[in-house]
């Protein structure tokens, strides 16, 4: 399955597309099923796969980013997590200012219809 998260949306402070990913990666560990998740963060989400000087020159902070480590445990139980080529360029983003192991790709809308065309379910959050 694909998430394309575009905006956040909250339950409490931690980002609800975040929860759903943790909940869907719980599942499939409960029911022993072998799935890929990818997840492509654009537009208005694009700040969670940053290290924290980008994410403080970003979001105008000085305490980092605080999604990472809940990023990098979906990326350690295997959700492939993307970050959108279009949202980088508009933000003057390059790999050197993302998280570890976060992939760019051309462009969210081009990626989801490529994967959903391969057969991936597609979630919008």
């Given at each position: 399955?694909?998430?394309s998260?575009?905006?956040?949306a909250f339950?409490?402070?931690l980002?609800?597309s975040?929860?759903h990913?943790?909940?869907m990666?719980?599942?499939?560990?409960?029911?022993?099923?072998?799935?890929?998740?990818?997840a492509?963060?654009h537009?208005?989400?694009g700040?969670?796969?940053?290290?924290?000087?980008?994410?403080?020159a970003?979001r105008n902070?000085?305490?980092?980013?605080p999604y990472?480590?809940l990023?990098?445990?979906l990326?350690k139980?295997?959700?492939?997590?993307?970050?959108?080529g279009?949202t980088?360029?508009?933000?003057h983003?390059?790999n050197?200012?993302l998280?570890p192991g976060?992939?760019v790709n051309?462009?969210a809308?081009?990626r989801?219809?490529?994967?959903?065309?391969?057969g991936f379910?597609?979630?919008?959050?």
């Amino acid at each position: 399955m694909v998430f394309s998260v575009g905006a956040l949306a909250f339950e409490g402070d931690l980002p609800a597309s975040i929860f759903h990913l943790q909940l869907m990666e719980n599942d499939i560990a409960d029911w022993n099923a072998k799935s890929e998740v990818i997840a492509v963060f654009h537009t208005n989400a694009g700040h969670l796969t940053l290290h924290d000087v980008a994410y403080n020159a970003d979001r105008n902070i000085a305490t980092g980013n605080p999604y990472k480590d809940l990023v990098g445990d979906l990326q350690k139980r295997g959700v492939q997590v993307e970050l959108c080529g279009a949202t980088a360029k508009a933000h003057h983003w390059g790999n050197a200012d993302l998280l570890p192991g976060i992939k760019v790709n051309t462009d969210a809308m081009a990626r989801t219809t490529q994967l959903v065309q391969q057969g991936f379910v597609k979630i919008t959050e």
